[in-house]
């Protein structure tokens, strides 16, 4: 009898043990999906005071405008001109007039703006960066690297490249750049980025 008493106590304290662990370890699996959460959170906040995602450039009638706010750039695209503006004269990529579309919070500023930080090299750009290039041609080049931005500004062209022939949203030929490290690769990811973005498709 005892040793059925005692088997049957051994069971329960290990049940409790168990159960204990369970929730010790379930304690932990919650702070640490709080803790993630919390991360993405900051990483999100630091991403939209920096505004250095994403940047949109448009050659247009000898001037070339740049955004780095997607609304705005999409109301200059719509319209032809933009609300509030910074402009440089024979500032831009090949001396022409270098125009900042700026967004309603940005344009008191008198520093601290994102795409005239970036295009000055003063502002890196984030690691998932996006941008877009519209060339005066109608051709539309799509970009994953601000490096390769800043290269196909100066050169014009891109070196390595995937064409998409009447992709764009207004049936333009889009051009997806790629690099020395990417360039044997389908560029799948920002295929989707840009339809996304875009909503084609």
């Known amino acids: 009898m005892k040793t059925f008493t005692s088997k049957l106590a051994i069971s329960a304290l290990v049940g409790a043990s168990l159960l204990s662990l369970a929730a010790c370890q379930s304690t932990d699996n919650s702070q640490a999906s709080a803790a993630k959460s919390a ?17 949109f450039e448009v050659a247009h009638e000898g001037r070339y405008f740049i955004f780095d706010d997607f609304a705005t750039y999409q109301q200059f695209l719509s319209v032809g001109e933009t609300a509030y503006r910074k402009v440089y004269i024979g500032d831009g990529p090949h001396g022409e007039t270098l125009v900042f579309g700026l967004t309603g919070k940005d344009k008191k500023k008198s520093s601290g703006i994102a795409s005239i930080d970036m295009y000055r090299g003063k502002l890196n750009a984030s690691d998932d960066f996006y941008g877009e290039i519209r060339s005066e041609d109608g051709r539309l080049y799509v970009f994953s690297r601000y490096e390769d931005m800043v290269e196909t500004r100066k050169l014009g062209d891109a070196i390595y490249r995937f ?13 997806f750049v790629l690099n020395k490290d990417n360039k044997k690769k389908r560029p799948d990811a920002l295929i989707a980025e840009f339809k996304k973005r875009n909503k084609l498709g």
């Open 39 to 55: 991360e993405k959170q900051a990483v999100k906040v630091v991403k939209k005071a920096l505004n250095n995602e994403d940047m």
């Open 163 to 175: 064409t998409q022939i009447g992709a764009g949203p207004d049936g333009q030929t889009v051009v």
